[in-house]
């Protein structure tokens, strides 16, 4: 038997996210796994059918301790002090990046990022995860008998599966004393379909050579009713918002049609999109590693092909 | 009081190699490093270095010390973070330091802190580009007992008290803490300085001062493994992209729209 404490966020609107029903198929990849999810925040009505053994919410949330996750780090190391999973895992969210890390730390035991993979050979936990900015893969061996892991969006399928666990709130008999405190959270509006949501994304590089070519982008995702992406070397130069960044240090996004405007295609920013369905790719120079991972591709200037694509593209959609 | 900061920075193979060069040897679990091209600076540590020296310029009395752990060091590369400007380099240079997990890296580094310390502030990178972990520094902060705001894009010191902008998936939190403090730096701070030549010519008269692992007071049991690497391979694409080829540029454009509408793309 394996016992699993699974943290699942809800998402914006409150339900939970695909992430955590991802992360229930990745906990049923292991022996005969006995699962706990716990909830930071309001629980949402759906638990109630989750394929897990016991739900535990932590209702209350204080608004200053988002980003900073001191409460939450010490209301889940509580949690697993008392459920003594085996195995604990997160989702590579905001949160879990912080708040797994350091439970593991205060816990003692190994810790490993970002996995794609997990299984167990032998009696132990082996994880697969993308290292080098993507351009390897690497197969660890957790040596601890209790392991922290987050896992990589989009990696497994969402769990569909349902059961009847039992509901518990937990709550925390330590109050942290916050040592860091928020004081304001500055949201930059954007417009349009999330890029995590999106089916389609258009997104642009090195190669457009300047913010303007990105006005041509947001036409094409509008008509595709997608959203625009950019890669990391378009984000450090200014030509866009590090929001709409794409990559390891980015956004993870899987929509069905990616295309790559001007992206060479390093390892960093295929590991954001390499789990879209198709990639597709406009660049100029036939070598460029974009044509290694995409599925159609056009060697071309972007500011000859995309204006013939657009159009094309607004043709078919009328 | 001269106000005390160390910016953790790791040696890593340049990632700006092209995929094409990277190679690994799955005998030894290690990357072979391509021809020619010298390891580097962490790319998000030497933005660390840059978000100290910007508080250094806004007139501050600062010390910047630029801390790493590991073995084999390319002492050129190690000395850039000096170039740009930092005052002091501190290194645990050991062979027994090769190949260790982060959990022991944590060890090293808590002990040279502790050995070089006090310091008022902490900064690193966001991640390293090898790796890619991104929890040495938050596991710092966690056995040092110390308070961590991670994946900053701007600060302003006061006193002690630090105002900090950090990045969200939309946006920015303004959060306020007091030092010591552990901060870890992202790429949206903006790009590190280019050294200058007075730079350049200070760090190549500064020695790095070195320690061994003994020096801080640990040993080789200290330093197990516990995520033990099995293998490191490179993920094979059998992908056969299939290029659209038109009469001309802006005709292929056609032809990619059409065929993505054949497939059901749009």
Known sequence: ?318 | MVFRIVVLAKQVPDPEVPPSQFKVDESTNSVIPPNGVPPVVNGFDLNAVEAALRLRDSGLDIEITVLSVGSEFAMDAMKKPLAMGADRLVLVDDPLLSQIDSAATVKVLSAAIAKDGPFDLILGGRQASDWDQAHVIIGLAEVLGLPLVSLIQKLELDDDLVTLQRVIPDGYQVISARCPLVLTVTNELGEPRYPNLRGIMQASRKQAEIFTLEDVGLSDTDIIPKLEIKKLYIPESNREVQLIEGEDEADSGKKLALRLHEEKLI
């Open chain 1, 1 to 318: 038997m394996t016992s699993v404490l699974l943290v699942g966020e809800c998402d914006d609107s409150g339900s939970l996210g695909q992430p955590a029903l991802q992360a229930i198929t990745a906990a049923n990849r292991l022996t005969d796994p006995e699962i706990t999810v716990v909830i930071v925040g309001d629980l949402p009505p759906s638990v109630s059918s989750l394929p897990v053994g016991l739900v535990l919410g932590i209702p209350k949330v204080d608004e200053s301790d988002i980003g900073i996750y001191e409460q939450a780090t010490t209301d889940i190391f509580q949690i697993i002090n008392r459920v003594h999973p085996d195995v604990v895992l997160f989702n590579k969210s905001d949160f879990g990046s912080l708040v797994a890390p350091r439970v593991a730390f205060r816990l003692g035991v190994v810790f490993a990022s970002d996995c794609m993979e997990i299984s167990n050979v032998d009696g132990s936990i082996v994880v697969t995860r993308p290292v080098f900015g993507g351009s390897a893969l690497a197969d660890f061996e957790v040596a601890t008998t209790q392991s922290v892991i987050t896992l990589r969006p989009g990696s497994f399928s969402a769990s569909t599966e349902t059961g009847n666990p039992s509901v518990e709130e937990f709550i925390s008999d330590v109050t942290v004393d916050q040592r860091a405190s928020v004081l304001d959270t500055i949201e930059e509006s954007r417009e349009g379909v999330r890029l995590e949501d999106a089916n389609v994304i258009v997104s642009g590089g090195r190669g457009l050579g300047g913010p303007e070519p990105f006005s041509v982008l947001h036409d094409l995702a509008n008509v595709l009713e997608g959203a625009v992406g950019a890669s990391r070397a378009a984000c450090d130069a200014g030509w866009i918002d590090h929001a709409y960044q794409v990559g390891l240090t980015g956004k993870s996004v899987t929509p069905d049609l990616y295309i790559a405007v001007g992206i060479s295609g390093a390892s960093q920013h295929m590991a954001g999109c390499s789990s879209s369905r198709a990639i597709v790719a406009i660049n100029k120079d036939a070598d460029s590693n974009i044509f290694k991972e995409a599925r159609y591709g056009v060697v071309g200037d972007w500011e000859k092909v995309l204006p013939a694509f657009l159009s094309a593209v607004r043709d078919i959609k009328s």
